[in-house]
């Protein structure tokens, strides 16, 4: 029950993650706005909806998943940095 219940929400989470990271690959750093005829976008938005339908909404899976993005947040911005240190913002 509880440990198959974490298993599924780490699974979503890391699914979300590598979604952020995707969108943030293709548009990040650009003035190109990201639209759902791009397939990451549309994959990112999916990936929302799976973890929202399983109940990660619920304020202790809200924390995770926030958790989650700022962390691909932040290894964008770095990786960015590396490469231009115009911007400190992460953009989605």
Do not use: M
């Amino acid at each position: 029950g509880s440990q198959n219940n974490d298993t599924k929400r780490q699974f979503l989470l890391e699914r979300l993650l590598d979604a952020v990271k995707q969108c943030q690959i293709r548009f990040g750093g650009r003035k190109e706005i990201a639209s759902d005829s791009d397939s990451r976008v549309t994959c990112l938005c999916a990936q929302f909806e799976a973890v929202l339908q399983h109940g990660l909404k619920r304020s202790r899976g809200l924390a995770l998943t926030a958790a989650a993005l700022k962390q691909a947040a932040g290894f964008a911005s770095k990786t960015e940095t590396a490469s231009s240190s115009s911007s400190s913002s992460p953009r989605i």
